[in-house]
């Protein structure tokens, strides 16, 4: 009677042992098909949203960082096709109604204006907090310089117009956008960057 309950455990047990162990396998092996590519597409993927923030640029520099107030920014120069900087792409990170926001924001370096704003990775609710992708929306940061406000009803010099029922989504993308202001004004006050 020990004989068969022992084998009543093991036999399962080695059956499950091998069915994970080839699942991990797979699993590693797909990872390992795929890194490159997926590695690629990211590679593009920013590409492409720098140049969707500044499109007047032919080329961008390297990955540079500033430190604003203990946070630290990524950026890249926006460059002429003579290599000369007219403006700045920073990466941009801040919190939402479904968790991190992240954003790209071109700001030009000769009318301290921003050039475009690119959300590149959100996770608010389907319908409402999405709506911050729309041009309608984003629209609303070209060519303005300074601190931006949020404001549900109307759009005015110093506010944007919030979604409706997406006024935290729309605070959010606002944050990043301000954030990206503040270390572009380090940044062209010759701050703590390379």
């Known amino acids: 009677m020990k004989n068969k309950t022992l084998k009543e455990i093991l036999v399962p ?8 162990a080839v699942c991990t396998a797979l699993l590693a092996g797909t990872n390992l098909l795929t890194k490159d590519k997926i ?26 960082t500033v430190d604003v107030n203990g946070t630290s920014y990524t950026y890249y120069d926006a460059q002429d096709e003579n ?3 007219i403006g700045y ?10 968790g991190d926001l992240s954003a790209m924001v071109g700001i030009s370096a000769e009318t301290d204006k921003i ?9 608010d609710t389907p319908g409402l907090g999405l709506k911050v992708y729309s041009e309608d929306f984003l629209g609303q940061y070209i060519d303005r310089t300074g601190t931006i406000g949020v ?19 729309s605070k959010a993308v606002t944050d990043a956008v301000n954030q990206a202001f503040s270390a572009y004004e380090t940044v062209k006050a010759g701050g703590n960057n390379g």
């Not at 047990?13 to 994970?20: K, Y």
């Not at 007047?56 to 990955?63: I, L, M, P, V, W």
């Open 151 to 169: 404001n549900k009803n109307e759009s005015t010099d110093t506010e944007i117009k919030a979604v409706s029922g997406a006024t935290i989504s």
């Open 83 to 85: 290599g000369k900087v």
């Open 39 to 64: 590695a690629e597409i990211a590679v593009q993927a920013e590409m492409e949203a720098k140049i969707a923030v500044f499109s007047d640029a032919k080329t961008f520099s390297d990955a540079k």
């Open 115 to 123: 050039t475009g704003v690119e959300i590149t990775a959100i996770n």
């Open 89 to 98: 792409v920073f990466s941009v990170t801040t919190k939402s109604y479904g």
């Open 13 to 20: 047990a080695v059956m499950l042992f091998v069915i994970a």
